[in-house]
């Protein structure tokens, strides 16, 4: 083992992890509330704070990946080895830190997704608000009765002239 890595370094970089990662965890859920209350004042302000997390978790991963790669290529046994090989009698709880930095890492992910699919569904419906206000009706799309066929188009009406 390295002797400039400690445990006490390991634990701390670990808290770190784990620090971001729960600060950008209550980060993706202020963006769920703005994105569900269409407050795009707030949004801008989010995602400022977003992409600070983000990078400042991917920069603290990095630097703490880099040192696991000497146990495994394999990312999952070699970090294993690496917190076994760091902290031998678990003193420090190292792999108990990691996993509990690994679970809000998931919850991360899964926010973000669950955001995405907002961002992508208010899009969608911008989109459709936006052809029915230029052409007048509903474009491309069919709508479909309970049975699967396809119900006719509606008459478009003009809302105004230019």
Not at 7 to 22: C, F, K, M
Not at 104 to 122: A, D, M, Y
Request: glycine share 6%; with cysteine; proline share 3%.
């Amino acid at each position: 083992m390295n002797v400039a890595i400690s445990p006490e370094i390991i634990s701390g970089e670990l808290q770190q992890q784990y620090d971001v990662a729960n600060m950008l965890l209550r980060i993706l859920e202020q963006e769920y509330i703005a994105l569900s209350g269409n407050d795009l004042h707030s949004l801008e302000t989010i995602l400022a704070g977003k992409q600070y997390c983000m990078e400042k978790l991917e920069n603290i991963s990095q630097a703490f990946l880099a040192k696991t790669v000497q146990f495994s290529l394999d990312q999952k046994p070699g970090i294993c080895a690496f917190l076994a090989q760091c902290d031998p009698q678990s003193k420090w709880n190292l792999e108990s830190l990691w996993q509990q930095v690994e679970q809000s890492i998931s919850q991360c992910r899964q926010k973000n997704n669950i955001n995405g699919k907002i961002i992508s569904l208010n899009y969608r419906h911008t989109q459709r608000a936006l052809a029915i206000l230029r052409h007048g009706g509903q474009v491309s799309e069919s709508c479909y009765t309970p049975s699967g066929t396809s119900q006719p188009a509606s008459s478009s009406r003009i809302l105004g002239k230019v």
